[in-house]
C-alpha cells in the first residue's frame, strides 16, 4: 500500500476511466519534464507507477490490444476522445469505448474509480 492509500482523506478517485488516462499521461507528461508549472493539490488514491504497471499487466493478458493502446495514445495526445459521429473517427470511437470499459472495470477492482 503507497502513502497515498494509507490516508484516504487526502485523496481522490478518478469519475471514469477516461479521467483516469488522461491523468495518467498529463501525468507522464509532467514526469518527463514536458509540462511546466505543474500545480495541483489533488492526490489521487494511486500512482503514476500503478497505472502504468496495470495498463501493462492489461495488454501482456491480451485484454488491451495494439489497437487500443494505439487509439488511446492518438486521442490521449488530442486530449479528447474520438467521437463516434464523426465518419472518420467512427471506428477510433468504438475501439476507444472499449479500451475505456477494459480500464474502467481494471480500475474499480482496485477501487480507484467512484
Known amino acids: 500500500m503507497n502513502n497515498l492509500q494509507q490516508n484516504p482523506v487526502n485523496v481522490e478517485k478518478f469519475h471514469n476511466a477516461e479521467q483516469m488516462w488522461f491523468w495518467f499521461l498529463y501525468s507522464k507528461s ?4 514536458f509540462v511546466r508549472n505543474h500545480n495541483t493539490c489533488t492526490h489521487r488514491i ?4 500503478d497505472v502504468e504497471s496495470m495498463i501493462t499487466k492489461l495488454y501482456l493478458s491480451g485484454k488491451l490490444t495494439e489497437e487500443h493502446l494505439s487509439v488511446m495514445k492518438k486521442f490521449g ?5 474520438p ?4 465518419w472518420a473517427e467512427n ?4 475501439v476507444w469505448k472499449c479500451a ?3 480500464l474502467e472495470n481494471a480500475a474499480k477492482e482496485k477501487d480507484w474509480i467512484d
Not at 83 to 86: F, R
Not at 91 to 94: L, P, T
Open 91 to 94: 471506428h477510433d470511437a468504438y
Open 30 to 33: 509532467v514526469q518527463s519534464g
Open 77 to 81: 495526445d488530442k486530449k479528447r476522445a
Open 83 to 86: 467521437h463516434q459521429y464523426i
Open 46 to 49: 494511486c500512482e503514476l507507477l
Open 100 to 102: 475505456m470499459e477494459i
